[in-house]
C-alpha cells in the first residue's frame, strides 16, 4: 500500500468519526458510552487520533525504534495501555473539548489534514512508545477511529458504517495483533463458525 493511500484512508476514518459525532443531539454528551466514560470522554478520547499526530509532530524523532504500526501497539500494551490511565486520559481530552465539541472535533480533522500536507512520509514522530514513521503512525489511529467511532455509534444508536478502506486496514492491524498475542487461531475458528470466543475476549488484552 502507497504512502498516499495509507493517509487518504486515516483521512477517510477522520471523517468518519467527524461525521458521527455531528450526530450527537445537544443533551447527549453526558450519556453513558463505554465502561465509565460518557458520549463526551468517548469523543474526547476519539479526538486524540488527530491530536496525537499533531503534538507527535512537533520535533521529529532521532531515530526508528518501532517499524511496524503492530509494534506500536505490542510496545503500548506493554507500557501505557494501563485500563485506569486509559480511562483518565478519556476523562482529560472530554473536559478539553467541553464547550463545543463538534467544533472542536472538526477544527482538529482540518488542521491534522493541512499539517499531513507538510510532512513526509519518512517523517520520524515522537510517540510514547518511540519514534516512529509518519506513514507507520498514522494506521495505529486509523484503528483507533474506526474502533471507537464504532463504539459512539453503539452508544448513540446509530448505523453509520466505517469506510470499507478504513474497516479492511483494521482487521488487518487486529489479525497482527491476534497472530503476535498468540490468539489467531481461535479467532481464525470463531470467524469461520468453528468455535466460540470466551465473554470478554479481546485480542487487546
Given amino acids: 500500500m502507497s504512502g ?12 468518519y ?3 458521527v459525532v455531528d450526530q450527537v443531539d445537544i443533551d447527549g454528551w453526558e450519556a ?15 479526538y486524540r487520533s488527530f491530536t496525537t499526530v499533531l503534538s507527535y509532530s512537533e520535533k521529529p524523532g532521532e531515530k ?17 495501555a494501563d485500563p485506569k490511565m486509559v480511562a483518565e486520559r478519556g476523562r482529560g481530552a472530554g473536559l478539553e473539548i467541553i464547550d463545543n465539541p463538534t467544533m472542536m472535533v472538526r477544527g482538529f480533522q482540518m488542521y491534522v489534514k493541512n499539517k499531513l500536507g507538510e ?4 517523517y520520524i514522530m515522537n510517540t510514547p512508545v518511540g519514534g516512529m514513521r509518519l506513514i507507520d503512525y498514522l494506521p ?6 474506526v474502533i471507537h467511532t464504532m463504539d459512539l455509534t ?24 491476534a497472530l503476535h498475542r498468540g490468539t489467531a487461531p481461535s479467532l481464525v475458528l470463531a470467524a469461520t463458525g468453528r468455535g466460540s470466543l470466551p465473554e470478554g475476549f479481546s485480542v487487546l488484552s
Fill in 154 to 177: 453503539k452508544a448513540l444508536g446509530i448505523d453509520d458504517k466505517p469506510p470499507e478502506s478504513a474497516m479492511a486496514a483494521t482487521i488487518q492491524l487486529l489479525g497482527e495483533i
Fill in 4 to 15: 498516499q493511500d495509507i493517509r487518504e484512508i486515516y483521512l477517510e476514518a477522520g471523517e
Fill in 119 to 122: 510532512l513526509d512520509d519518512d
Fill in 140 to 145: 495505529t489511529r486509523t484503528f483507533e477511529l
Fill in 64 to 80: 526508528i525504534e518501532r517499524e511496524r504500526p503492530v509494534d506500536y501497539f505490542i510496545r503500548a500494551l506493554e507500557t501505557i
Fill in 17 to 19: 468519526f467527524a461525521g
Fill in 32 to 46: 453513558l458510552a463505554l465502561g465509565e466514560w460518557c458520549v463526551r470522554d468517548l469523543v474526547g478520547h476519539t
